[in-house]
């Protein structure tokens, strides 16, 4: 990628902007106080510095759900590990900046994005309506199916077999967002009782228990853990859509987006991300064009 060509891009256009506006000269009724320090795009109220805002600081720092493996979670180490860190190394390794992972309650990512505590969200986050009206989306880079998880000795078979019955799903995630959509009205209508969870870990050991029928999740997530857990888990096929996974950014920081959208691009034909994909999943998944 060169970055060079792309900042000078960024500076012709902020001097556009600046002449534009008068830049240097006094308006009326304002004072030098009313300047805003340079920041995102979604903050500075003029030219979109969101790419530089990253590059000055010399991070970029990764929100996360650090319990949703194979995705990004905690290994033995207690160091967070995973298919999403992988791809965001490499892409700060592009922009030239370091990666800083930063835990964050599922529920207020959105909150710790705008107040800045992070700069993207990058964790096995699903596209949406919503998501896609409040934040900026990079382009997707795996699909992925919201599916039930049943045990194996259950008469749960399909989505019609729920009627009746309890249903687990972590609080916060697209999961729980899809029970409330047009997609999952068939499944939402028919079930008795949904129960809340932190993660997906804990949502399946409620399905352990028998305290839930099935748990709705990523069919990503759920054949990693049933893999690395020698769980006797079915994912059914009667999913109830297909999703694409993203990287998400405040609204408006458009050069940052732009920019790890061309590090994808460039790690996807240089073979980078098929490596990374079959390092965790035995086959390339990405969807990257």
């Not at 990523?218 to 994912?235: H, P």
């Not at 490596?275 to 990405?286: H, L, M, N, Q, R």
């Amino acid at each position: 990628m060169n970055f060079r060509r792309l900042m000078a891009m960024a500076a012709a256009a902020a001097m556009s902007v600046c002449l534009l506006a008068g830049c240097g000269g006094s308006n009326s009724g304002g004072s030098d106080n009313d300047s805003t320090p340079a920041g995102s795009g979604s903050g500075s109220g003029g030219a979109d510095q969101s790419l530089q805002y990253v590059l000055d600081k010399g991070e970029l720092v990764l929100g996360l759900d650090d319990s949703f493996p194979p995705m990004g979670y905690r290994d033995d180490n207690n160091e967070i590990v995973g298919f999403d860190i992988d791809v965001a190394t490499a892409v700060c390794e592009k922009l030239g900046v370091e990666l800083v992972t930063q835990p964050v309650d599922w529920d207020s990512k959105e909150l710790e994005l705008n107040a800045k505590n992070i700069d993207c969200i990058w964790n096995g986050l699903s596209v949406s309506e919503e998501r896609l009206e409040s934040m900026n989306m990079s382009i997707p880079y795996m699909e992925n199916h919201m599916a039930l998880v049943v045990r194996p000795d259950d008469s749960v078979t399909s989505i019609e077999d729920m009627e009746g019955k309890i249903l687990a799903v972590q609080s916060g995630s697209t999961a729980e967002e899809a029970l409330e959509s047009e997609d999952g009205a068939a499944l939402n209508d028919i079930i008795a009782n949904v129960n809340g969870f932190d993660d997906n870990l804990t949502a399946l050991m409620d399905l352990d228990t028998r305290a839930s029928d099935a748990v709705l999740m990523d069919d990503v997530v759920a054949n990693y853990l049933i893999e690395q857990n020698n769980k006797g888990y079915v994912v059914l096929s009667d999913f109830l859509y297909a999703e694409d996974y993203a990287i998400a950014f405040r609204k408006g920081d458009d050069a940052l987006t732009e920019a790890v959208n061309e590090a994808l691009r460039e790690l996807k034909e240089d073979g980078t991300l098929a490596e990374i994909s079959t390092k965790w999943f035995g086959s390339d998944k990405t969807t990257v064009e």
